[in-house]
């Protein structure tokens, strides 16, 4: 059974998770490959997809005298009404990220493509290309979510659609319909697959996916990258005090509103401690830190590293006003460190009261800084082998990857029993 991952990127959240499950599917003897956009070479069946006109636009001419002319033709001037006004919006969309249906690659050409048995989507923004895609592909497909885009507009997030709703709310929802018209028109059957049951109920009460059916499959890690490290070591190592508390953020990019650092600022403010440091892992961004001891690592790459930041803070603190299940969830708890984090999406799934880690109540500051004096107050008593513990019965390679072999296998034996029809 071959089985080819589509992902935009490695990079980024979901790049890591997509590429996560890919690495964990090689480890168990599974013929698997990775397809995205970026140039690498890192021995692990990795592939970049080149940009080309899409050939069922390329061909457009040659088409228009064929049977699908008045369809197509349809097709065509929509994409080109729709990609005008989008770019006509850039500089005034006020969100963290948007994408267009629409893309110039030719995914299904692919040789990869063409081989699989399973096509197992991931984060495809700009990737791609809906119409063409859904229409015409004859393969069975696994599409994970990483975020809320692919049963919403141009948004990836249901903030970002409400913020912008008044001033961009025609051209989202016209996406929202060239997908929902993509997706019915695709003739082979698609499995979706969340990592939260916070985005499995949202994907399953969303009109444009109400034919397919929905999993929850949580992220995998390897659990041998990250592990609990001698805390004593990495505080000589970072020149820290046992005395002293430390809490970690990471993010890409410290400055997305949807990521809450400002909350965090605000939250350790108001807590009554002196020996605090906070750590904070990502592109640096202005805040107001004035009275409050804050190191900046800038990006880390290395795993390794990020194990020993991890072993090194009391707690991680995870202040996302929106998430779907953050890799750092996963590596925190693997590394034994507690969260403390907001009632978010896949987060608040994965925080134990008082077993991983402490869940405020709401998502404000004043909440985050409850839970983070609550921590203070009772931080001796979360035991990191039974936080590990937690990681390796949720989310182990063989447990991820055997869940998915279920899916795969019962989505090709439905295509064999449809082919035979």
């Known amino acids: 059974m071959k089985i080819v991952h589509i992902c935009t990127s490695l990079k980024g959240g979901a790049g890591t998770a997509a590429f996560r499950i890919h690495e964990a599917m090689l480890a168990e003897g599974i013929d698997s490959n990775f397809l995205c956009c970026d140039e690498i070479n890192n021995g692990k069946k990795v592939s970049k997809i080149e940009e080309v006109v899409n050939q069922y636009a390329r061909n457009l001419i040659s088409r228009i005298f064929q049977k699908i002319k008045r369809i197509f033709l349809e097709y065509f001037n929509q ?176 400055g997305v509103f949807r990521k809450g650092f400002d909350l965090l600022i605000d939250a350790l403010k108001t807590v009554i401690e002196n020996n605090i440091t906070v750590i904070v892992i990502g592109e640096e961004s202005i805040f107001d830190i004035s009275n409050l001891k804050v190191r900046f690592t800038g990006t880390i790459t290395d795993n390794h590293l990020l194990s020993e930041y991890y072993s090194v803070a009391d707690a991680f603190i995870i202040p996302s006003r929106e998430d779907n299940l953050p890799n750092v969830v996963l590596e925190s708890v693997s590394c034994g460190t507690p969260i403390i984090g907001l009632p978010v999406g896949g987060i608040q799934e994965h925080i134990l009261e008082g077993v991983t880690g402490i869940l405020a109540k709401d998502i404000s500051s004043i909440a985050l800084a409850k839970a983070i004096t609550k921590f203070l107050r009772i931080k001796e008593t979360f035991d990191p082998k039974k936080i590990r513990n937690y990681a390796l019965n949720n989310f182990g390679n063989l447990k991820v990857i055997n869940s998915y072999l279920n899916i795969y296998h019962s989505l090709i034996q439905s295509q064999i029993i449809k082919d035979r029809i």
């Open 79 to 254: 994409r080109t009404i729709f990609l005008k006004q989008y770019n006509n919006a850039q500089g005034f969309l006020e969100c963290e990220y948007s994408s267009t249906p629409y893309s110039n690659f030719d995914v299904l050409n692919n040789l990869l493509v063409k081989s699989a048995d399973i096509i197992h989507l991931h984060w495809i923004a700009g990737l791609l290309d809906y119409p063409s895609f859904f229409q015409n592909v004859k393969k069975p497909i696994v599409w994970t979510f990483h975020d809320m885009n692919p049963f919403q507009g141009i948004f990836h997030y249901k903030q970002d659609e409400q913020r912008n709703r008044f001033n961009f709310g025609k051209i989202d929802l016209l996406s929202y319909k060239i997908k929902a018209k993509s997706i019915k028109s695709c003739n082979t059957t698609i499995k979706i697959v969340c990592p939260s049951k916070w985005l499995y109920k949202t994907a399953k009460n969303a009109k444009v996916l109400n034919r397919l059916e929905v999993a929850t499959i949580p992220y995998t890690i390897d659990f041998h990258v990250f592990q609990k490290i001698s805390r004593k070591l990495v505080r000589n190592k970072f020149n820290i005090p046992e005395t002293e508390t430390v809490f970690l953020f990471a993010c890409q990019s410290v």
